[in-house]
C-alpha cells in the first residue's frame, strides 16, 4: 500500500542555521508531491510542490525541496531558519489513476531555539 | 479571492447533539475536501467531492457522519449524534482540479462536551 513516511516527529534547529525535513514515499510511480506547513491555531498552507520536470523545486519563505527518484524522497530544505519558520510540515503524495488519493505524512513539528 | 470560507470557527455543544460544518470553497475549483485533525491521529480525509460528487467517503468514521454538497459553492459536514470523541478541528479544502494545490480553510474547531 502506497505510504508517506516522515521520520522525524519533532527537529529542534538554532535560528539562523540550516534545515532539511525528509520525507520517503512508497509507490511504484512518481507521484504529485507537496509540503506544507502549518501554524499553531492555523489552516494547512502550501509550500512548493513537485508534478515533473527539474527535480529542485523552489517555494515560498525561501524553502527548497528536491525530489530524487531512486530514493522515493521528497526532503524539504532551508539554508536558514528564522524564529517564524517554527510550525508543523506536512509531506503529501497525490496518486492519481482510477481515483485519486492524497497520502498525508504525520508532520514533523520544527522548533527553533534563539 | 476571500480563500476558502469555513463556518462556524468554534463550535461547542453537548453529546447527542447534531452539529453542522460549513465550507464555501474557492470560486472555480472542482474539488472539495474534508478533513479532521487530532493530535492523536493527525490529518484524516474523510471525504472529498468532484464536480459536486462524493467520488471517496472512505474516511468517514461512522454513519453519524454525513457530507453534502448541492452545488459549486457551498458544502456542509453534519455530525447526528455528536459524540465527545468527534472533538477536532475540522477543515475543509479545495482545488481547481483533483491532484492541484489544495487550499485550506482556517478550520473549525469542534468540542462536544
Known amino acids: 500500500a502506497q505510504s508517506v513516511t516522515q521520520p522525524d516527529i519533532h527537529i529542534t534547529v538554532s535560528e539562523g542555521a540550516s534545515l532539511e525535513l525528509r520525507c520517503n514515499y512508497s509507490?511504484?510511480?512518481?507521484?504529485?508531491l507537496f509540503w506544507y506547513v502549518q501554524s499553531p491555531g492555523q489552516g494547512l498552507q502550501l509550500l512548493l510542490k513537485?508534478?515533473?520536470?527539474d527535480t529542485l523545486v523552489q517555494g515560498i519563505k525561501g524553502f527548497e525541496a528536491e525530489f530524487k527518484r531512486s530514493q522515493s524522497s521528497f526532503n524539504l530544505r532551508k539554508p536558514s531558519v528564522h524564529w517564524s519558520d517554527a510550525a508543523e510540515y506536512f509531506c503529501a503524495v497525490g496518486i492519481l489513476d482510477s481515483n485519486y488519493q492524497l497520502i498525508w505524512g504525520a508532520g514533523t513539528k520544527l522548533i527553533i531555539k534563539p | 479571492d476571500a480563500g476558502v470560507i469555513q463556518s462556524p470557527r468554534h463550535e461547542v455543544t453537548e453529546m447527542g447533539q447534531e452539529v453542522t460544518l460549513r465550507c464555501k470553497p474557492i470560486?472555480?475549483?472542482?474539488?472539495l475536501f474534508w478533513y479532521r485533525q487530532t493530535m492523536m491521529r493527525g490529518l484524516e480525509l474523510l471525504i472529498y467531492f468532484n464536480n459536486n460528487v462524493p467520488i471517496d467517503d472512505s474516511g468517514m468514521p461512522e454513519d453519524r457522519f454525513s457530507a453534502k454538497m448541492p452545488n459549486a459553492s457551498f458544502s456542509t459536514l453534519k455530525i447526528q449524534p455528536s459524540e465527545p470523541r468527534d472533538s477536532a478541528v475540522y477543515f475543509c479544502?479545495?482545488?481547481?482540479?483533483?491532484?492541484?494545490?489544495?487550499?485550506f480553510g482556517p478550520g473549525t474547531r469542534l468540542t462536544v462536551l
Open positions: 479544502a479545495s482545488s481547481y482540479l483533483l491532484g492541484d494545490t489544495q487550499y
Open positions: 509507490y511504484g510511480a512518481t507521484p504529485y
Open positions: 470560486s472555480g475549483h472542482n474539488s
Open positions: 513537485y508534478f515533473s520536470g
